[in-house]
Structure formats: C-alpha cells, structure tokens
C-alpha cells in the first residue's frame, strides 16, 4: 500500500471496458481517501487526529461496551502528539513510510487510547467501500485476555451511524511489524462527514502508541439502460410482437449533455440492445437512422433520460421505425387540383392542399388556417398545365375588394428521413411574391416572383439544412397592391396562368420538372 497524505481524490472519468455482444459498459465513479497518522512534525501535535484516553496503564478504556459518549470525546479531545519510535517499535511501516507514530503525550504514556480522524465522502450515494489499512500498535488493537468489553480496533461513525459501528475482526497487531488488512465496509460509510476510530489497548506500564495508514475506496452505482428496435409497420407508436419484429443491427448512441462525450452499441440478433456501468448524469439516447426507413417512435427523435442515486435501471426505451412508402413518387401540390381524383377543382371550391396562414389586417376570416380558393384569371395569365389561379376571395381578387396587405398561401407534405428530396416550382403572383421553405426564404432571384405572366423556377435538390423528416411546408407571401381599376384590356394575356404550380419530387436520381 502506497501512503498519502490526508486527501480526497475523486474520478468522475468515464473508463470504457469495450462493446459486448449488444451492450456497453463503463466504469463508475469512484473516490479514493487516504489517511495515515503522524500529519505533522515529530515534537509537535497531529493536526488531524484527536484522542480520548484512559487514566491508568494496562486498563481498557472503558469497562463496558463503547458507546456514542466514548466516540464524541475522542472526535473533540486533544490532538495526538507525534514522536519517534521507541527500540524495539518498528521504525517505518513497509506499506506507509510517510506514516509516523503517535500518542497520548510526548513520553509515549502507556494508557489505552480511542484515535479519531475525520474523512469527507462526496458521493451523494454509495454501492461499494473497502478499507485497506495497515498498523503497528503498542500494545494491540482492541482489547485482549480478560475483560474483553471492546474486542475489535477499528469503528465507524456518521449519520447512519451516529452511535457507532464496530468493523468485525478489526483486532490484533503488534508494535514490532506491520499488520495489513482488507475490510468490505459498504454499507458503513455515508454521503458526507465520517470518522474512523482505532482503539489501541496497553498491555503494560511502559510505552505506548500508534502508527498506521489506511486507503477507503469508494464507488457509486452505475446505471443500466435497454430497449429494443422494432418494425413499426402501421407507424403507430406501439410495438405489436405478433405483427412487428424487431430489428437487428442498428446503431443506438448514448450522449452525456454535459460534456458531450458519446457511447453507441448494435441491436443484437433478437434486436434489443444495452448499456451497463452507466455514470451518474443526464442523457440523450438517439439511433442512428438507415436508408429506406424513417422514425415513428419516439415523437421527439430521442429519450433524454437521467441516472442518479433514484433512477438506475432504465428500460423499454424502445425505437420504432417504418419503410418509407414514398420513394420515388411524386408529391403534387399544384394549386386548384383535388388531391383524391387528382382532376381540377370547381371554381369557387376550397384547395385541400393549399391554405392561408396569414391575411392583412380588414381581411375578415373565422380563424387561420383558412380555405384558399379556386378563381378564374382575370388579367392574369392563362393556367400552366394541371394548375388553378387560387385567392383568398372566392371570387379573386376584384379590383379593390380584397385589403391590401400580404397573404400568405402555404401547402405542406410529408417526407421520409431517409431519401433525397428535390422540390420543384413554378409561380406566378399578383402582385410578386416571397417563398420560404420550412420558414427559409428560397425566393428566386431570376427570374424574380413578381408576375402574373411570366412564372418564376425553383429547384431545390437534397439539402439537409431545408428538407427534414417529417412535415414541410412551403409558402408563398404575396402582397396585394393592385389599384381599384384594371390594367388596359390590351394588355391582358389571350390564355390563363396558374397563380402557383408545385410539385415535389422525393427520389435520389436528377429532378424531372413536372409537365
């Protein structure tokens, strides 16, 4: 055993012990305290260790049972004085050579005496203590031959213990060689002030005293978490073991929100996974999504979960995930088309897929969202190809009817995480307008949206910082400033244009503009 001084040195460090079949596991915090006798100079006193003592040589400190009396005058008594060694004392113990010998007074007086040291634990829960110590005494810990009221040389108190605890087999020694043991001690130590005691018992008129160090190690408890991976068919959520099986070899990862520092482990074969030897700390837990499928389960994308003292074993945190359907298929979210048939609106009908989000003030509307319109061009350009002018007023926009002010037309779909969005657009707008994706604005610059005869393009392939998984919505922002009378007849286009044309491509391969 290596002697230190008195301190406390506390790893919170995170030892990684490998990746098992499914699992992960570290090591936990663990506190490691050091004492010894002789904190001083030799002459002088120990500024660590106080006493209580008995009045006589060769009488045990008390003849009867310590109680918590007998250990407060120890914690409050004086200090230990530290000296050298008497012949024929061991000079240094082999295992602590920094130690040095202590005693009631300079002279080495023989009298039984209760030795006190104070030692702090910071862990606010315990699993596991050991006590490793090593002594020389003069004459023995505990007491001995008749009278035997105290048999063990080492106690405990704290605020489990406030009267004392007793460490079983803790007696013996002697002042010639050094004694070493090993004591398990969970169970005995607490979150806080501790003091350890040594009862060193005279057995003549002599001398007496004591030399020892001792090491408590202390470890937390660590934390468990487990779950599974399942096909979550219908997407719903909730995990049907007849109809839904689980998935082996996807990625979970485990992120400290404190320092960032991530740990990942494999579904096994029967598709669960595990982490042991968790830390105490707060969480996120996440999966790492492959091609083809997207998230169901849980809502948020991950768990943020905490291990402490109360929480250690963490379970049923499962991931659920369902193939995307629409690979490769076409979103269509042409204005004045119905999405069931697919055919064209009736003029004057809501848009099931477009919607106002905002309206200027004057504009009277039950609530947002609300219905935008199939209308008939006026002065506008003639329809594109499978599109529809809309309006926020069934009848368009009248020459002065609808206020003046910005409205905002918005459509949103659906996309899997796992494939490469490409968005494409056509528009045209009275009076100009502005196009946001996912609230991004993305309005093109050339041509500029800002007519209702010549539309505006544009492309949007894969980019993750536009395109999520899950709802996306794209809007349209057009302010309308068209005065109370219409411009020359002579300037009217002979055909229709759609106010908005857009179609969304969900597919890998180079986006084909929709017809």
Known sequence: MQTRSNTVRLYRGVVWLGVLAGGWTAAAATQVINLKSGNGSVGGADSQIRFTAATACMQPLRTATFNAADFLAARTGPNAQIINPFSPWIAVLPNCPTAKWIAVNQQGGPYSALYAIRFDVSLQCLASARLDICWAADDILGDFGSGIYNPDGLYLTNSAYPGCVNIPGSGGGNYASETCRSYNISGLVATGQNWLYVYVRDGGCAVGGLNFCATLTLDTPTGYIQGCKFHDVNCDGVWDPVAEPLMPGWTIVLTNNATG????????????????????????????????????FPECEQYTVTIDCHHLDLVNLNFGNHRCQNTGTLINLSTGVDDG????????????????????????????????????????GGPLAGSQWISADPNGNQFGVLPQGDYC???????????????????????????????????????????????????????????????????????????????????????????????????????????
């Open 261 to 296: 520092q991530s740990y990942t482990t494999t579904t096994t074969g029967n598709g669960c996974y595990y982490f042991s030897g968790i830390p105490f700390g707060t969480y996120s837990l996440t999966e790492v999504m492959q091609p083809g499928w997207e998230r169901c």
């Open 341 to 380: 048939s697919g055919g064209l609106l009736p003029m004057g009908a809501p848009d099931d897929t477009w919607q106002l989000t905002c309206v200027p003030p004057g504009f009277q509307v039950p609530s947002l969202p609300a219905p935008a319109y199939v209308v008939a061009p006026i002065y506008w």
């Open 409 to 515: 037309y918005e459509a949103c779909f659906e996309l899997c995480g796992c494939v490469n969005p490409y968005l494409y657009l056509q528009i045209l707008e009275d009076d100009g307008a502005t196009v946001y994706l996912n609230g991004i604005n993305v309005t093109p610059s050339s041509p500029p949206c800002t007519s209702f005869v010549t539309p505006c393009t544009l492309s949007i392939s894969n980019s993750p910082w536009l395109f999520r998984p899950g709802r996306n919505c794209t809007r349209s922002s057009s302010p309308t400033r068209r005065p109370s009378r219409p411009p020359p007849v002579s300037t009217w286009p002979a055909s229709s244009r759609p106010r908005t044309r857009a179609a969304t491509r969900r597919a890998p391969a180079p986006a084909r503009r929709a017809a």
